[in-house]
């Protein structure tokens, strides 16, 4: 999760000439063409756990390479992420899944209930860590003097931002922080690295609320020493409904967790829209991330755990398969991130919220017949 809220602070400590995005965007096209690949194949060969070890060394260089953020530093380095995000990401989800199966025979429960509680447990394990991540960062920036990360002099936060007129004009949303403090957040991530083997989600966030509304929103209105404290209040409310969710499965089934996901993700987006984010509504801020926190719990949990599933005899193959799509689409979401509006992107996002929905409706109503015949 450390190397997670590097990844979400690179968009704005390398804004300039799009080096952050560019690199986040590298990352999720390397992690799209590594799940293609090379998932069954290393877990086949040396198993689940070892492939979560050998991908770890992938992720280190990522940290070290942004001690000197440069266009062939941080490409390469995105690269190396991407090659051992998919391998780790399938190993991990198919380890969770024989895991829950497990367990499910052992206590006689249903698997797919077994499965939703183990996601469930684990995504509130790697959440958690996402608030001491951005905690460290936030303490970085607030205790160093002169840091130079208080707002920038802007006046279109929000939806109305357009990167693209912002480079014309010179502006960029965020200043960079002093070397000093940059070095000192990179030393404390590095030291913690060795420490995710055991606590790892390698998917980098979803795209709007770890770049849209970090830089459009709170960075451009508070600063950027405030973004980690918005970020925490996303991964509490994250975890704790990822334990919960995990656990109320077995009552409600996953239809109305969908439901109640796509609502509220779709709920923020009409809000992000019509606000205008401004230093005087201070708790807004705070709440938004935290109903998109809640949301992502629903598709963090109910989506690993329902592929583990429908495809319980192919795990290694479906998780693969999971992390490419995914991949992909953060990659396009990035790519086109530095040149549209944040209210298009916004527009872009809902049409997906809602396509996806009405296609997890299909899904259900296919597995209700088989189940039924």
């Given at each position: 999760m450390i190397v997670?809220?590097?990844?979400?602070?690179?968009?704005?400590l390398n804004r300039i000439e799009g080096l952050g995005v560019a690199s986040l965007s590298v990352m999720y096209v390397s992690l799209s063409l590594s799940s293609l690949l090379l998932p069954p194949l290393l877990i086949k060969k040396i198993g689940c756990k070892w492939t979560i070890v050998a991908s770890m060394f992938c992720f280190l260089s990522y940290s070290l390479c942004n001690f000197y953020p440069s266009w062939p530093t941080l490409i390469i380095s995105s690269v190396l992420v991407g090659?051992?995000?998919?391998?780790?990401?399938?190993?991990?989800?198919?380890?969770i899944t024989i895991a829950g199966n497990n367990y499910a025979e052992t206590c006689g429960k249903l698997a797919k209930d077994?499965?939703?509680?183990?996601?469930?447990?684990f995504?509130?394990?790697?959440?958690?860590?996402?608030?001491?991540?951005?905690?460290?960062?936030?303490?970085?920036?607030?205790?160093?003097?002169?840091?130079?990360i208080d707002a920038p002099n802007q006046t279109i936060c929000g939806a109305g931002d357009c990167p693209a007129e912002l480079t014309q004009s010179g502006n960029n949303t965020a200043g960079r922080p002093s070397n000093s403090v940059i070095y000192i957040l990179l030393g404390s991530y590095t030291v913690g690295l060795p420490l995710l083997v055991l606590k790892i989600n390698p998917k980098p966030h979803t795209g709007i609320i770890a770049r849209?509304?970090?830089?459009?929103?709170?960075?451009?209105?508070?600063?950027?020493?405030?973004?980690?404290?918005?970020?925490?209040?996303?991964?509490?409310?994250?975890?704790?409904?990822?334990?919960?969710?995990?656990?109320?499965?077995?009552?409600?089934?996953?239809?109305?967790?969908?439901?109640?996901?796509?609502?509220?993700?779709?709920?923020?987006?009409?809000?992000?829209?019509?606000?205008?984010?401004?230093?005087?509504?201070?708790?807004?801020?705070?709440?938004?991330?935290?109903?998109?926190?809640?949301?992502?719990?629903?598709?963090?949990?109910?989506?690993?755990?329902?592929y583990g599933v429908l495809f319980e005899k192919n795990k290694e193959a479906a998780f693969a398969n999971f992390s490419l799509w995914e991949s992909?689409?953060?990659?396009?979401?990035f790519g086109y991130s530095s040149f549209l509006c944040v209210y298009i992107k916004l527009y872009i996002l809902?049409?997906?919220?809602?396509?996806?929905?009405?296609?997890?409706?299909?899904?259900?109503?296919?597995?209700?017949?088989?189940?039924?015949s």
């Open positions: 997670i809220t590097l990844g979400k602070s690179s968009s704005s090659l051992g995000g998919g391998p780790l990401w399938a190993s991990k989800s198919t380890y077994a499965v939703n509680q183990y996601f469930g447990i995504f509130f394990i790697c959440q958690t860590w996402r608030v001491w991540g951005n905690l460290i960062s936030s303490l970085v920036f607030h205790l160093t003097p002169n840091a130079g849209e509304v970090k830089l459009s929103y709170v960075t451009c209105v508070l600063g950027l020493k405030y973004v980690g404290f918005v970020i925490i209040c996303f991964g509490v409310t994250n975890s704790i409904c990822a334990a919960v969710f995990g656990k109320v499965t077995q009552y409600t089934g996953r239809v109305p967790l969908f439901l109640l996901g796509a609502a509220i993700n779709i709920g923020c987006i009409i809000g992000f829209l019509i606000w205008k984010p401004m230093t005087g509504n201070f708790a807004v801020f705070f709440v938004m991330s935290g109903l998109w926190g809640i949301a992502d719990a629903v598709w963090q949990t109910q989506l690993s755990s329902l992909l689409g953060f990659a396009i979401a809902m049409c997906v919220v809602v396509m996806g929905i009405l296609l997890y409706g299909a899904v259900e109503y296919i597995e209700h017949g088989n189940t039924v």
